[in-house]
């Protein structure tokens, strides 16, 4: 069995989830020790007081510099007796390696771990590497990526590139290049009436219809028309709250909250304007709460990525699109300091019962990130 796939085992065997990476974060902390990288667990503290551990690695110096962010925390395996192995046993079965977070992402993460390491003993290495891995990616505490970053930003620290090894394909692994992410901002709309009775028709200000017709003229109006790499813009209403037991009782405030995700055509700010312009024209008196989870981007396509994509071509026949598809992630941090491109295993089984991923495709993308660190350093 390969050097890869046995790391990626070790790392599956912890259950890293609900915040519990301390000992995996220890046990990598110790393997780049032993490559002798430069570490440090950089440790930040919610407002709750939980206090979440994320690695610094770092391997030479000078240019160029290119970075690597990933994450061990996963989400939780769920109903155990629906796994056909247990959930973090890491078995091998018919060459298929099965376990929670072996796609997303520890197996990336096993991949260009070793495809540094190897690379660093075989080559006269110049140049610097840097990993930043997370302990809370997938429910964020303390958004350790981002913190690490304003924190070498502030130390003098430049990147050339970066790769985030989330899953980007979503069946083979010649699918897709990750270049940019829908941005994500969650409206929470509070609508307020007057306590009334139902039978008199001259009941004071129904707060439900006054948010149905807010929602209503929302859903009705394009933010946008997309671009090339993007879809149009678009918002789901996620929960609609009254609290209202009383049949023949108008209440006196209704809630809802609204899911907006949008590309590269809008922002935080043209959201919040698209919004202000919506509550105007309907009647009412509203409140809003805005979570800002996070800008939409893309990034440029420039050699590195260029490079990554022939690389892809090479080992897998296929030519990758550039895709802007899925969820948030550490990607919207790394890209307010350096181009950022996504590439890594199949993410056709994330977050399911029975994640699980082919042997070929871990030993096959240990071999693209070497490829790449070739290119990337040996030019």
């Known amino acids: 069995m390969s050097e890869v796939v046995k790391l990626c ?21 110790e393997y780049f020790n032993q490559y002798h990288f430069d570490t440090s667990l950089m440790r930040y503290k919610a407002n709750s007081g939980h206090s979440i551990p994320n690695l610094y690695a770092s391997y030479g110096k000078g240019e160029p510099h290119l970075l690597f962010v990933g994450h061990v925390d996963v989400v939780p395996a769920g109903t155990l007796f629906n796994w056909k192995h247990p959930p973090f046993d ?19 993460l096993a991949c260009f771990i070793r495809a540094c390491v190897d690379f660093i003993a ?3 290495f110049k140049g610097k590497i840097t990993f ?6 997938e429910e964020p505490i303390v958004e350790g990526t981002n913190q690490i970053l304003k924190k070498l930003h502030q130390d003098g620290e430049v990147f050339d590139f970066a790769l985030v090894g989330e899953p980007s394909n979503p069946k083979t692994m010649g699918d897709e290049i990750k270049i940019g992410r829908k941005g994500d901002m969650v409206l929470k709309i509070s609508s307020y009436g007057q306590q009334g009775h139902t039978a008199y028709t001259e009941s004071p200000s129904n707060p439900i219809f006054n948010l149905i017709n807010l929602l209503y003229s929302m859903q009705n109006d394009k933010l946008d028309e997309g671009n090339s790499y993007f879809n149009p813009s678009f918002m789901h209403v996620t929960t609609f709250d009254v609290g209202n037991s009383a049949s023949n009782v108008v209440p006196a405030e ?6 907006v995700r949008f590309n590269s055509e809008q ?11 919506h509550i105007q024209k309907v009647y009412g008196n509203f409140k809003v709460e805005k979570e800002y989870i996070g800008n939409s981007f893309l990034s440029a396509i420039d050699d590195n990525i260029q490079c990554l994509r022939n690389i892809v071509k090479k080992h897998t026949g296929k030519t990758p699109i550039y895709s802007t598809a899925g969820g948030t992630s550490d990607a919207r941090y790394v890209s307010q300091y350096c181009t950022v491109a996504e590439y890594g295993l199949t993410n056709a089984t994330i977050h399911k019962v029975n994640e699980c991923e082919k042997v070929k495709n871990i030993e096959l993308l240990y071999k693209i990130y070497q490829d790449f660190l070739c290119a990337f350093f040996i030019k």
Request: net charge negative; hydrophobic share 40%.
């Open 122 to 124: 075989d080559k006269n």
């Open 132 to 137: 930043i891995i997370s302990g809370d990616e």
């Open 254 to 259: 209704a809630k809802a909250a609204v899911d």
């Open 267 to 277: 922002s935080f700010e043209s959201i919040e304007k698209w919004l202000d312009k």
């Open 9 to 29: 085992q070790k790392l599956i065997r912890f259950s890293s989830y609900d915040g519990q990476v301390e000992d995996i974060m220890s046990f990598l902390q």
């Open 90 to 108: 890491a078995v091998i079965d018919d060459d298929v390696l099965y376990g929670r977070g072996v796609a997303d992402m520890k197996g990336g």
